[in-house]
């Protein structure tokens, strides 16, 4: 009896210990291998692999002769989850890092910061019928329209509108301060699992010198949007007729024609956009139309700073047609192996122009662009835009552009 009790705590001993080894190990081999973190995460990207061609050659400072050539129209990565989350009510603490190079960031580094922000839900988002009502505070993209909202992995067109990329404008690129967007008068339609809100509204500071950089003033940029939604139910074909309007208002500092750029005070900086958004499978349909105000001064002197306002009037008008099964939600949730999904077409048109100064002669640049998306994934895409360009400060005439890219997100 003696021997049997030895022979079972001996066991025990050898099966404890071959336990304690293997949570050892499998603590080792988690700490080695497993990103960890004290918070929900969840990690995205995008990376856009990219062919361009002109008929015209580009020569500058540090460029000869140049019509065709690679680039990497974006390249991100992600970071956003649960700083807290109200299992309760749904007043969550969210946040937003993201790094990259893409066509909205300034410089050619690969580290850029992109968005950096906290969001808090003033409103509970358990029932989803109820009103949101959201309180963001950093880096983060303009509330303006329809084109500068939208994330680089979502936009349709390889070159993005003329008014977003504009160095005057400045609508593109990203602001820091605090935005406030909110909808009212919501209903859900279950069965399709979608929700729309009657009204949609945001309001924000920021400080109006862009990105990654401090206040170049004493003055904070207000800027307001307000859409109404048509209201109907998931199988209308008025579903997402979507009307908007925003208003931009602040101070730009006006500097000098003169070598050193001197300072020459402060001025209007003001953007008006109506637009108009109707996707409803399988057409869709977007226009904008931006009007801006911008006081510069072209004295080279302070006594004589001839400081004038000047006006810059915008158009962009994309229409799309889908055909296949992407966005079909009984081919969408079919099981498949791996990560399966079935493809989609859609070829588009877009006309966009920009006239940088309605009084002066010249100053106009209209573009028009036919292209083809094949999506692979909701966010794994093959596109190929051709655009003619006629650009009237261009001396060598209009030019067409021809470009190919490959999009994966993640």
Known sequence: MKFELQSIREDHQGLQTDVENFKFQWQRERDLHTATTTRGLLITGVVQGRFGWIDQDTTNATVYGRRAGFDIGSAIVGFTGNLYRDYEEGRNLTYSLRYGASPQTAGN????LLDANIQYSVLPTVDREAPALTITLGQQLLPFGLEVPAN???KPVIRNAEFSTNPTLGLGRRDIGLIVRGDLFSQMDFGYNYRQALIAYAFGVVNGSGPNT???????DVIARLAFTVPCGFNSWLRQI???????WGKRNTNLTDDPKTLSGKGTKERYGI??????????LTYEFILAKDTLTLGKTLVDPQRRDVISRAHTATFFLSFGEQFVAGFRNQGRFDDWWPK????FVRWDTLNRDVDTDGQEVHILTFGLNLFFAETTKLQVNYSHRRDETNKNGPSNELFTQVQFGF
């Open 344 to 347: 989609t077409w859609q070829p």
């Open 109 to 112: 580094s690969f580290l850029n």
């Open 242 to 248: 979507t009307i908007g309007a925003t208003g931009y």
């Open 275 to 284: 637009d108009f958004y109707y996707n409803h499978w399988p057409f869709g």
């Open 214 to 220: 401090n206040d170049d003033n004493d003055w904070k």
């Open 152 to 154: 680089e992995e979502l």
